[in-house]
């Protein structure tokens, strides 16, 4: 297969290899996670997807680098040729002109006809060397291109990388600030809500029903005690009332026994006396 025939079946290949190449190295990061719903677990996605696709893109590289050092190495043989198959023309046509020189025409044509078949085999190399020269080039672009392309792969991987270590860590902060929030705020005394809160709300109130039983325990104490002073007055009365009938002077007070009376007095009765 020549050169030429080589290089065509894997252009193509390498075309769309590079296509590929640009279009990741092109993309938008922090587009494609504002539309995503998990934005670790499309980096992580992500990260496995350029690992893989730089690793095929090397592979392909390397393959179009050796296409390319091929091409290379036959076209400098074709170079090298063309210059062996001029020289050997030069050495038939010089030794063609001794021999005519010396007499001897025969010889003289046999290295003339020499040195016509070296410069046949000179122009078919120079011809293949010329034809290979635009395929070089051509690949010569594609491997840059490819090259370039595989340095922008691995630096928006090491951006991803670093990315999706960014967002993990600030993932791992904000949850450890959430833990501590919510530990602050299950101790926090003045907030009404947290266990501490709740127990001195619940001593409140059962201070709060001590002193109503106590006050109501005052309370009661003063009506038992307005009985027994009334209870007093009334027993007075009583014996002062009894020591009248039998006849006798104002009793001292507490002596004699109490006498109920079921009459009412009305004020207009001591106008009657």
Not at 114 to 122: D, G, T, Y
Not at 212 to 225: C, H, K, M, P, V
């Amino acid at each position: 297969m020549s050169p030429l025939s080589r290089t065509k079946g894997n252009t193509m290949v390498k075309q769309s290899i590079f296509g590929r190449i640009s279009q990741l190295a092109k993309a938008n990061i922090n587009a494609l996670l504002d539309q995503a719903e998990d934005p670790q677990k499309m980096l992580d996605q992500m990260v496995r997807d350029y690992t893989n696709n730089i690793a095929e893109a090397e592979s392909a590289v390397a393959q179009t680098i050796g296409n390319l050092r091929m091409l290379q190495a036959d076209y400098n043989e074709d170079v090298k040729n063309a210059q062996d198959w001029g020289n050997k023309a030069l050495a038939a046509s010089r030794k063609a002109d001794e021999y005519r020189a010396a007499g001897d025409p025969v010889d003289a044509q046999k290295f003339d006809n020499l040195a016509k078949v070296a410069i046949q085999r000179q122009m078919t190399a120079e011809s293949e060397a010329k034809a290979a020269e635009p395929s070089i080039a051509s690949q010569t672009e594609v491997v840059d291109k490819l090259k370039t392309g595989l340095d922008q792969m691995k630096n928006k991987l090491n951006q991803l990388t670093a990315k999706r270590n960014e967002l993990v860590a600030r993932s791992k902060t904000a949850a450890a600030q959430s833990q501590v929030h919510d530990a602050l705020k299950s101790i926090d005394i003045m907030d009404p809500t947290s266990e501490v809160g709740r127990f001195e709300e619940k001593i409140r109130r059962e201070e709060a029903k001590v002193l109503g039983q106590q006050e109501l325990a005052s309370s009661s104490l003063d009506a038992q005690f307005n009985q027994l002073e009334d209870l007093g007055e009334q027993t007075e009365i009583e014996a002062r009332l009894a020591a009248l009938k039998s006849g006798g002077s104002k009793p001292a007070i507490g002596a004699g026994a109490p006498a109920t009376t079921g009459a009412t007095v009305d004020e207009a009765d001591f106008d009657k006396l």
